[in-house]
């Protein structure tokens, strides 16, 4: 980075408080780091870098920004007071005792030097609660109350106190805990925001409202709460647990893991956090790693319902259905009134190809749990519905059941949806659509304005870019993956099942891997903004990362295609990190892609602009967009498919398929719908099938409903 005329410092130091205001800390950070290259003595900034990297989680960043703000002017308690949190977060113990060292010679004076120590040194010990003058027998009669899980008595206890003693935090917590047991959730979250607002430095109070908040589906608040009970008793392993699950939840995998390991060292014997982790490393398709956290918790006694389901799916994962199929056979019989172990079996039989059985497991878990909306959605993805079928009938009185719970109503929204189109009532499809994806953007709201930025800044990093003969690229010849991209339900499982049906192909499915991994190195906050500014370093490591991985979980694969739909935005770190990799992109006429998008719920917390007809415009858009950019910067880097094309002369468009991917023809890839390996996307009954052209122009039968969306569509310049 170049310095800058030191008369223009004033007005962008100005400037970068005001992108931090809005909430824009990319922009903020450059100007920063402009103002220190050509003025390193410049404590403001070191001073509000550190603030930003702390507003980014990024406490070691955080730790040396202000670090270098606290040796320039060192008697500036402010400085002092954020270090504290950042190396308090931070938590290593070398780092701290720097810090120490460098507080005593700030010229601070004794006192506040005593208290910012102490600060600096803090255990999780627990502070003295201020008990407001509570009588403790009072105190210890509602505590006995909590422990008999008398919540009921706990609360009229607690509020016949709260009568005289209005303002004790203390008391506006434990009526918290009785009211989030009693499963009255806005209740209890508004007596946490009392005790903390009561008492700022009660790490308790944080504690229960990060919990709430995680309950109630607020993630991002959840973070900012859980920081603040950690910021206080930063060793706590229930708060550093609560906060693994939150980055979890907002989709930050490398801070949850960081979080959750850290939680484990301070108590190894924590049975949820090592199923946490497991259910994390699951959803990053690490199936090895969850198995052995999932066999760590057992070890510690854990023995729950959600850890049999999981270890179950996890067995179907690593290749090995049967296994799984027995382990919850097993718990049927221990168990047999358990509706989940009948609907997990199910979708494992499902994946298998194994209809027949697994509607029969489906009908089971329905006997059991008969308002169950997932059950039913997905029994739907392999049934195929016919006129006066009359399990149309037994949706439809489950549907119009007025106690039914929002979230068993848009799983079976999707189910009728799908019902309905089977069965050529067309008029009824997108009543039902509609009211289950409004359903969804009350639990997950989006703003497609995120897309938005993040295409923004893959073109602002690859500005320029020449991925030929870069001096970034990897020499490694040999690891050549075919990655299968594009927008969700635009044919990529078909795509990647006719690959995977070549004799040297071994189909990885939606892994998932790489592109995380991509993104993390160039789009967090305290990337290079450039890639150009990368260093061989990480591009090696990005490799090798990928590679050790598909290693461990396809051992005995020659070569794989791997589905990950992201993939296309950072096709450039494909490029450098693996530059024999393949990458085939698929496209399909936006209104039958996105129609389809729309119809499909997709897991929890992916795809969130999918319930929005004008979002999902809005997004293929910038998908379009981002395609276009990469075939400027190297067209004969990637591989265009168009679905419309492949269904149409299926032939044709394979063998040229099949040569894109560098492999030579094989019959087998014509008879894809014989390819038995496991299938767990949407798409697992479809690729069963040989190709059929129904789902082509489907969008016409919609055409008035689809109105917002091919209106979008038609805003592209």
Known sequence: MLPINPQQIPALYKQALALKAKGDGDGARKLLEQIIVTRPQTAEAHFQLGELYLLALDFRKASASLAKAAAI?????????????????????????????????????????????????????????????????????????????????????????????TNVALLHNMLATALMELGRLEEAQQAARKSA?????????WTTLGDLCLR?????????????????????????????????AQGHTSLAMETLDLCLKHDPKSSEAWFVKARIQADIQDHKSAMESLSMARKLGLDTVPL???????????????????????????????????RTRATILQSMGRFDDARDSFRAAITLDPTNGQTYRSLSASHKFTEGDPLIEELETVWNRIDLQDDDRLQLGYALSKAMEDSKQYEKVFPYLNAASELVRKVHPYDVDTRRKEIDKVKTIFADFQPDNHPLTSSDEAYAPVFVTGMPRSGTTLVEQIISSHSTMTGAGELGRFSRSAFELSMMPTSPDHVDHLTPESIRDLAEDYKTYISEILPDADQITDKSIQTYLLMGLVWLAMPKAKVIVVRRDPRDNLLSIYKNLFPEGRHLYSYDLEDLAAY?????????????????????????????????????????????WEDACLNFHQNKRRVDTLSVFQVRQPMYKSSMAAWKRYENDLAPLIKGLEQSS
């Open 308 to 342: 049999v389901n999981l270890e179950a799916s996890t067995l179907n994962a690593l290749s090995t259905p049967e296994k799984a199929i027995d382990l919850l056979d097993r718990e049927i019989k221990r168990m047999a009134d358990n509706a989940s172990f009948h």
């Open 73 to 165: 002017k060192p008697r500036e308690g402010a400085i002092w007071m954020r270090w504290t949190e950042a190396l308090i977060r931070l938590n290593d113990t070398a780092e701290t005792t720097t810090a120490l060292k460098q507080l005593a010679s700030s010229g601070l004076p004794a006192a506040t030097q005593k208290q910012i120590a102490a600060r600096m040194s803090a255990s999780a010990s627990k502070t003295k609660v201020d008990t407001g003058g509570v009588n403790p027998k009072d105190l210890q009669a509602i505590v006995a109350r909590l422990n008999k899980a008398d919540f009921t008595g706990a609360e009229k206890l607690i509020r016949n106190l709260l009568r005289k003693f």
């Open 197 to 205: 607002a009561l008492d700022r430095n009660y790490a308790e109070a």
């Open 620 to 664: 293929y858009l910038m998908f379009d967009e981002i395609i276009d950019f990469w075939r400027d910067i190297a067209p004969d880097r990637f591989y265009e498919i168009q679905y419309e094309d492949l269904i149409s002369d299926p032939e044709v468009q394979s063998r040229a398929l099949i040569e894109a991917a560098g492999l030579p």
């Open 216 to 248: 109630l589906g607020q993630s991002g608040e959840a973070v900012s709460t859980l920081e603040q009970a950690r910021s206080l008793t930063p060793a706590a392993p229930k708060v550093l647990l609560n906060l693994g699950k939150a980055h979890s």
